[in-house]
């Protein structure tokens, strides 16, 4: 751990990667509690294997073409067309929505690995975008990161009450005059963009973990929704934290050492309620 | 417009048709009116288009055809002004909610304000809540309650929008006899000041205290109470029907 503290001082790309799992975290644990209580996991996964599509897209024009983009832009433009595609199915095709969205996940992967293979040079970054690479984070990245954070923040804490009132009861809220459909398509946007947040973290396959984890963890211990954005965003910024310190001593890699770190939490957390559970009965 | 009971129905539905996409039609030429106070109980077998009827009034479905017009204006319009009370097996038993912040859904914006709700929002959860005689149970975790206390909390939800029209769907599905009755006697105390219309398959309802029976199965019949018998009942539901007495009550 000493070995850690040192190299957090010495070396910056540590620190970035710090930052960056903060920034992640916090805007993780709102989102993912909208994410765990409206049941929408599954989209929430289509959206991150889309982001390849935009990884893939935006690194060939990149190279390929000397065009001035950036993969981070390709990624935030990915997730959310997918965000607004898989909303959209969700308000108006219900009867074929899982259908859908499982077309779109693997459409946006295939787009993805076309693309990689299209552009010249080794694709070493295949690995990262899906598993996540952490050190890469840098200066640039980290202020994008701090934009998207705030907005995710500002309208996911903003719109509190009614993104609420539409998770709890969508007919109710529409009865109430909200908007609902504009409500429902902000929150696949939110969901979109703090994927594109976590992407550099934990890569594409390992997003969800993360986005659900801490949530779910946190609802075992809160009887609000805003108690559990609360301590979501707590846990999330733990682990970001604990999986790149766990992991930089034995050179492990830091997206896999995170998502293990919070899965045992969550087992921990199952196994302990289920003992008290059995425990209480018992006696 | 004129307040004269009799020419102010709360709800009109004129020669409404509804079917969903090209399917077979769920409502048949509706026609019926619903006037200013009275205490409406729409029943049916189940699929015969009762919620359907409902969510026309609201306007969460739009007719095929026909015409509605609900507190003298479109359904769109209106529904700000309906408390609706949907059937409480729809909610997710473990979001994670406590009572209070359900009743003030009821006060919602369609505007976001940046503080979330006032005080004065607060204030009007907890009075509607002492409505419904549920004033202690505020903080508790909605998923806590039993199923009777959630209807009541969903309908202080409904009350708490100050509506002039009260909709309750299946309001009475999963309570027992006696916490039934004293949610009846609630809505019979309510009846004083709204107007309600009450969806249920449970035919127990009609007695005592509805005055109007909306019998739907794909068309719709209208009864006074007085009026509604055995071979009426029959003739909707497509066979025998035990009916449940609920006159039972007895003087002190």
Same mark, same amino acid.
């Given at each position: ?28 644990? &709102? ?48 997730? &959310? ?8 199915? =969700? ?55 701090? &934009? ?5 923040? &500002? ?11 539409? =998770? @709890? ?51 075992? @211990? ?10 979501? =965003? ?12 766990? =992991? ?36 | ?26 409502? #048949? ?72 912040? %359900? ?31 549920? #004033? ?27 509506? #002039? ?14 916490? #039934? ?17 009450? %969806? ?21 019949? %209208? ?30």
């Amino acid at each position: 751990m000493s070995e850690f503290l040192a190299a957090v001082v010495a070396y910056p790309f540590l620190r970035h990667a710090l930052i960056a799992g903060v920034l992640a975290g916090i805007a993780c644990g &709102v989102v993912g509690s909208y994410v765990v209580v409206r049941r929408i996991t599954y989209m929430a996964g289509a959206i991150a294997h889309c982001v390849l599509a935009g990884l893939g897209i935006a690194h060939y024009l990149q190279v390929a073409r000397g065009w001035p983009v950036r993969p981070v832009h390709g990624a935030v433009a990915a997730a &959310v067309v997918a965000a607004l595609i898989i909303g959209l199915v =969700s308000l108006h095709v219900r009867e074929r929505e899982d259908t859908i969205i499982g077309a779109v996940w693997a459409v946006g992967m295939a787009l993805g690995v076309l693309f990689i293979a299209l552009t010249p040079g080794y694709n070493q970054d295949l690995m990262g975008y899906l598993f996540g690479n952490i050190l890469l984070i840098g200066r640039g990245d980290l202020w994008t990161m701090a &934009v998207l954070d705030g907005f995710v923040l &500002v309208v996911g804490l903003g719109m509190y009450p009614q993104l609420e009132a539409v =998770s @709890f009861d969508e007919e109710f809220a529409r009865l109430r005059g909200v908007r609902v459909d504009l409500c429902v398509l902000l929150l696949m946007v939110l969901v979109a963009l703090t994927v594109v947040l976590m992407v550099s973290i934990v890569g594409i396959v390992l997003v969800i973990a993360l986005l659900t984890l801490p949530a779910a963890i946190a609802g075992q @211990f809160t009887s609000t929704l805003r108690g559990m954005m609360a301590l979501a =965003s707590l846990l999330a910024v733990s682990f970001t934290t604990a999986g790149l310190a766990l =992991s930089y001593s034995p050179d492990l890699p830091a997206g896999a050492t995170t998502i293990l770190v919070a899965g045992a939490a969550y087992l921990g957390v199952l196994g302990a309620r289920f003992l008290l559970t059995r425990l209480r009965s018992d006696i | 417009m004129t307040l004269n009971a009799t020419v102010d129905p709360v709800v009109e539905i004129d020669r409404v048709s509804f079917r969903f996409g090209g399917g077979p039609r769920v409502l #048949e030429d509706v026609s019926l009116k619903i006037e200013r106070g009275d205490f409406a109980s729409v029943i049916g077998p189940n699929g015969g288009g009762k919620t359907t009827l409902v969510k026309l009034v609201v306007g969460l479905l739009k007719p095929t055809s026909g015409n509605l017009r609900v507190l003298g204006t479109t359904p769109e319009k209106a529904r700000t002004r309906i408390g609706y009370m949907p059937q409480h097996a729809m909610m997710d038993p473990q979001f994670p909610v406590r009572v209070l912040d %359900v009743v003030m859904m009821g006060r919602l914006k369609a505007r976001p304000s940046v503080l979330g709700y006032s005080r004065a929002d607060r204030r009007a959860a907890g009075g509607a809540l002492a409505q419904v005689g549920l #004033e202690d149970l505020g903080g508790r975790p909605f998923s806590a309650l039993s199923g009777g206390q959630r209807q009541r909390v969903l309908l202080a939800r409904a009350l708490v929008t100050g509506p #002039e029209l009260l909709l309750l769907d299946e309001p009475a599905s999963g309570l027992d006899q006696k916490v #039934e009755q004293d949610f009846f006697d609630l809505l019979r105390e309510l009846n004083r000041r709204l107007t309600i219309v009450l %969806v249920s398959h449970d035919l127990g309802f009609v007695a005592g205290f509805v005055r109007t029976v909306i019998c739907v199965h794909r068309q719709v019949d %209208v009864h006074p109470t007085a009026e509604l018998d055995g071979s009426t009942i029959s003739a909707i539901y497509g066979g025998a029907v035990r009916m449940v007495r609920h006159d039972h009550k007895v003087e002190p």
